[in-house]
């Protein structure tokens, strides 16, 4: 009796410890694959990565527009009875204290 059940334990660790390993080894497989850190993962960061540096460029490239627009609005840069006389001009604006004259 204790002959067979040596072979019994034999017989069942030739098929269990085998497909064990098998189940194991496909588990592992598909999670390289689909799994947090698989392929399927990684190329989704990827995309991921690319769209945010494409709408980082972008505002970047809105940002460099901005700072280039106001370079010229610094104290110091403008002259402020120039920009007075073009705003007075553009926009048909006098002071009460100023002469108006009229050139024909």
Avoid: H
Wanted: proline letters at 1%.
């Amino acid at each position: 009796m204790a002959m067979r059940m040596g072979g019994f334990w034999r017989g069942v660790m030739l098929v269990v410890l085998p497909l064990a390993l098998m189940v194991g080894i496909l588990y592992f497989y598909t999670q390289s694959f689909i799994g947090d850190y698989g392929s399927i993962a990684r190329e989704d960061a990827i995309t991921r990565l690319k769209l945010a540096e494409r709408e980082n460029q972008r505002l970047q490239n809105v940002m460099d527009e901005k700072l280039k627009r106001n370079k010229g609005l610094r104290k110091g840069s403008v002259d402020l009875d120039l920009l007075d006389e073009r705003a007075r001009e553009e926009l048909g604006l006098i002071r009460m204290d100023e002469v108006f004259l009229i050139e024909e």
